[in-house]
């Protein structure tokens, strides 16, 4: 298994609380994503990395902010939470190539009351 | 811009039942084709993927061939167990970075 690291895996948190998510990992990967998984939206990308510093929104980037100051740790920051944004969130990496798949940690599982 | 439709759920079976799952994509350029399987309260794993037209990609009894005339990458599997139950998704990567998924088809087989 590629080595992927999330943390936490499960959070409760109140509206209005700044949250902030880690993913590691250890392949020394360039490219790093983080997607929340909601029922019958499959995977939605919200923010990747293709290097340290540099970062891109996805297509659900509202509300979310991202760094990377090291290759191997993708940080995933929701300044002031809602309820929207509850949901299961991945973190996956990728060699980058276009043939290379994306490899994905177990997940973090963030509920917003 | 990218996208891929696979068919809709939920998917219930009996042990020893053949399963197919749609997949069809749009894309401008050539992409490569993934199916992702995931197990209940954990991520997604790569199940197997195809590069170019025509490849067939294949792991753990289940196949799927990249078939560029009619866009599709068709999931399949002969003989269903138990522990197949899951979630699966289709997915296309056309550059370097961006995978796009498919909502996902949620699979049950009964004993």
């Known amino acids: 298994d590629a080595g992927i690291t999330q943390s936490p895996r499960h959070k409760v948190t109140e509206t209005g609380t700044p949250v902030t998510l880690r993913c590691h990992q250890t392949e020394n990967h360039r490219y790093m994503y983080w997607y929340r998984q909601d029922p019958g939206h499959g995977l939605r990308l919200i923010h990747y990395s293709y290097g340290v510093k540099d970062t891109d929104k996805g297509e659900v980037s509202d509300g979310y902010s991202v760094s990377r100051s090291k290759t191997e740790d993708f940080l995933l920051t929701l300044e002031s939470a809602t309820s929207s944004q509850t949901s299961v969130y991945f973190c996956?990496?990728?060699?980058?190539?276009?043939?290379?798949?994306?490899?994905f940690g177990d997940g973090t599982r963030l509920s917003i009351l | 811009g990218d996208s891929v439709t696979q068919m809709e759920g939920p998917v219930t079976l009996s042990e020893e039942a053949f399963l197919t799952i749609n997949c069809t994509y749009t894309?401008?350029?050539?992409?490569?084709l993934f199916w992702y399987v995931q197990y209940p309260g954990e991520g997604l794993q790569l199940l197997l993927k195809?590069?170019?037209?025509?490849d067939k990609g294949s792991n753990k009894g289940f196949e799927a061939t990249y078939r560029k005339e009619t866009t599709s990458f068709h999931l399949e599997k002969g003989s269903v167990q138990v522990s197949d139950s899951a979630v699966y998704f289709c997915?296309?990567?056309?550059?370097?970075?961006?995978?796009?998924f498919g909502a996902g088809t949620t699979v049950t087989v009964r004993a």
């Open positions: 997915a296309l990567k056309e550059n370097d970075y961006k995978l796009s």
């Open positions: 996956a990496i990728s060699g980058g190539q276009g043939n290379q798949p994306q490899h």
């Open positions: 894309a401008t350029g050539y992409p490569s």
């Open positions: 195809a590069t170019k037209a025509d």
